[in-house]
């Protein structure tokens, strides 16, 4: 054979295993990136914004789900005091998530918002009249409920307190015993206002009355007056914030806390059975009443718009309200369920902590989810802090009542 015949055979075999190694390396690729664009398709991402504090009952849900569907879920935890702010600003310009978790007053900003109404057929729960009217404005439905409550509580230091304080005055009356033993009498959020509503329920006032805003009553000037007295006495720090108040109480620097239901799983866990549990004091005889909502899951109107994410969200809406998650909710996270069964299922075998969250929760008002309260909200924050600076209770009462009403009539006007 001669070399030119050798070197064309050579040629000839060296083409052909040539191409045989593209085509499998064509096909090889072909199919990775059919498998890659498949995973693609099928795997969808539900995002989500929560405000709660207790990041576990949640998270309980979504995995739960994540293991039964072909969907990742994130979930993105946000400060309880920017949510709204982010929100409202992230509405302006399409940023908004698959889903938000928000108490049902914020629902009353639902068009500021920029959220969708829920269809009826949507809710798989019977809910009760409260946390159904939680949800209902305008005649349409704005959030499906996961857990109500969200109400204040009072937490005690067992290392200090053996028999928890029923009345104010207890406390007043052991402030300097405490004080000499360089421990807080109590803390809370003072500058929140969500922690003055009590004390003024305590003088039968209350932010709304038949739907109407009303700040400026004479149970506004006794509930300023009174808060303002507890600082002045040195009963609380009025300069301390969340933070402050939970970091004093976690760390014994306080003998006791008022905080909210969503508080008490954290509380638990870093103060085990130091951590004692009571209705809120009265005042001078008087039953505080705070307030209790729902959190909701709530939907952005642009989610909706997108087709192939429709499907999806409404699957993980109806999913949420299944009786196995509310169970699983409580067990981890001992937040109460919206189920009516349930809920009174577990109110009759409640007891220790588990009681006393039910005779508190059984003391609530409920939080209107109207624009008048999101508008009171502001107009309270905003003559507190004037009443702070010097303002008296009166004029404080009535500028609140003002800045309300203007706030509410430029909004009638656009």
């Given at each position: 054979?001669?070399?030119?015949?050798?070197?064309?055979?050579?040629?000839?075999?060296?083409?052909?295993?040539?191409?045989?190694?593209?085509n499998?390396?064509?096909?090889?690729?072909?199919?990775?990136?059919?498998?890659?664009s498949?995973?693609?398709?099928?795997?969808?991402?539900?995002?989500?914004?929560?405000?709660?504090?207790?990041?576990?009952?949640?998270?309980?849900?979504?995995?739960?789900?994540?293991?039964?569907?072909?969907?990742n879920?994130?979930i993105v935890?946000?400060?309880?005091?920017?949510i709204?702010?982010e929100i409202?600003?992230?509405?302006q310009?399409?940023?908004?998530?698959?889903?938000?978790?928000?108490?049902s007053?914020?629902?009353?900003?639902?068009?500021?918002?920029?959220?969708?109404?829920?269809?009826g057929?949507?809710y798989?729960?019977?809910?009760?009249?409260?946390?159904?009217?939680?949800?209902?404005?305008d005649g349409k439905y704005w959030?499906?409920?996961?857990?109500?409550?969200?109400?204040?509580?009072?937490?005690?230091?067992?290392?200090?307190?053996?028999?928890?304080?029923?009345?104010?005055?207890?406390?007043?009356?052991?402030?300097?015993?405490?004080l000499?033993?360089n421990?807080i009498p109590?803390?809370?959020?003072?500058?929140?206002?969500y922690?003055?509503?009590?004390?003024l329920?305590?003088f039968n006032g209350w932010?709304?009355?038949?739907?109407?805003i009303?700040?400026n009553?004479?149970?506004?000037?006794?509930?300023?007056?009174?808060?303002?007295s507890?600082?002045?006495?040195?009963?609380?720090?009025?300069?301390?914030?969340?933070?402050?108040?939970q970091?004093?109480?976690?760390?014994?620097?306080?003998?006791?806390?008022?905080?909210g239901?969503?508080?008490?799983?954290?509380l638990?866990?870093m103060?085990?059975?130091?951590?004692?549990?009571?209705?809120?004091?009265k005042?001078?005889?008087?039953?505080?009443h705070?307030m209790?909502?729902?959190f909701?899951?709530?939907i952005?109107s642009?989610?909706?718009?997108?087709?192939?994410?429709?499907?999806?969200?409404?699957?993980?809406?109806?999913?949420?309200?299944?009786?196995?998650?509310?169970?699983?909710?409580?067990?981890?996270?001992?937040?109460?369920?919206?189920?009516?069964?349930?809920?009174?299922?577990?109110?009759?075998?409640?007891?220790?902590?588990?009681?006393?969250?039910?005779?508190?929760?059984?003391?609530?008002?409920?939080?209107?989810?109207?624009?008048?309260?999101a508008i009171?909200?502001?107009?309270?924050?905003?003559g507190?802090?004037?009443?702070k600076?010097?303002?008296?209770?009166?004029?404080?009462?009535?500028?609140?009542?003002?800045m309300?009403?203007?706030?509410?009539?430029?909004?009638?006007?656009?």
């Amino acid at each position: 054979m001669s070399n030119k015949t050798y070197h064309n055979m050579h040629l000839a075999i060296i083409k052909i295993m040539s191409d045989k190694l593209l085509n499998t390396f064509q096909f090889s690729f072909l199919f990775l990136i059919l498998l890659f664009s498949k995973t693609v398709l099928a795997t969808q991402t539900l995002t989500i914004w929560s405000s709660h504090q207790n990041r576990d009952f949640l998270t309980v849900m979504a995995k739960v789900y994540e293991k039964k569907h072909d969907v990742n879920i994130s979930i993105v935890q946000l400060d309880p005091s920017e949510i709204k702010a982010e929100i409202l600003l992230s509405a302006q310009d399409g940023g908004l998530p698959d889903f938000i978790v928000i108490p049902s007053d914020f629902l009353g900003l639902h068009k500021m918002m920029n959220l969708s109404s829920i269809p009826g057929d949507w809710y798989k729960e019977e809910l009760s009249s409260r946390v159904k009217a939680s949800v209902e404005l305008d005649g349409k439905y704005w959030g499906i409920p996961l857990i109500q409550g969200n109400f204040l509580l009072l937490y005690y230091n067992k290392k200090y307190v053996t028999q928890p304080i029923t009345d104010f005055k207890e406390l007043i009356q052991i402030k300097k015993q405490l004080l000499a033993k360089n421990i807080i009498p109590i803390g809370w959020n003072y500058n929140d206002m969500y922690y003055f509503m009590p004390f003024l329920s305590v003088f039968n006032g209350w932010p709304i009355a038949n739907g109407k805003i009303t700040l400026n009553t004479p149970a506004m000037v006794k509930a300023l007056k009174y808060y303002r007295s507890l600082a002045d006495q040195g009963i609380i720090d009025r300069h301390c914030d969340y933070r402050c108040s939970q970091r004093d109480f976690v760390e014994g620097k306080s003998a006791y806390s008022i905080n909210g239901d969503w508080a008490y799983h954290d509380l638990k866990v870093m103060l085990g059975d130091n951590l004692g549990v009571a209705v809120l004091p009265k005042v001078n005889g008087n039953t505080m009443h705070p307030m209790a909502s729902t959190f909701v899951l709530a939907i952005p109107s642009c989610s909706l718009r997108l087709k192939d994410k429709q499907k999806v969200i409404k699957s993980f809406a109806k999913f949420v309200q299944k009786l196995s998650n509310q169970q699983a909710v409580y067990e981890k996270a001992h937040l109460l369920p919206i189920s009516m069964a349930y809920y009174k299922q577990l109110k009759v075998r409640a007891k220790g902590d588990s009681l006393i969250m039910f005779n508190q929760m059984a003391l609530t008002k409920p939080m209107p989810s109207m624009m008048n309260m999101a508008i009171s909200w502001q107009a309270i924050a905003i003559g507190f802090q004037h009443y702070k600076a010097g303002a008296t209770a009166e004029y404080t009462a009535e500028h609140m009542q003002k800045m309300a009403i203007k706030q509410l009539q430029s909004l009638d006007h656009n």
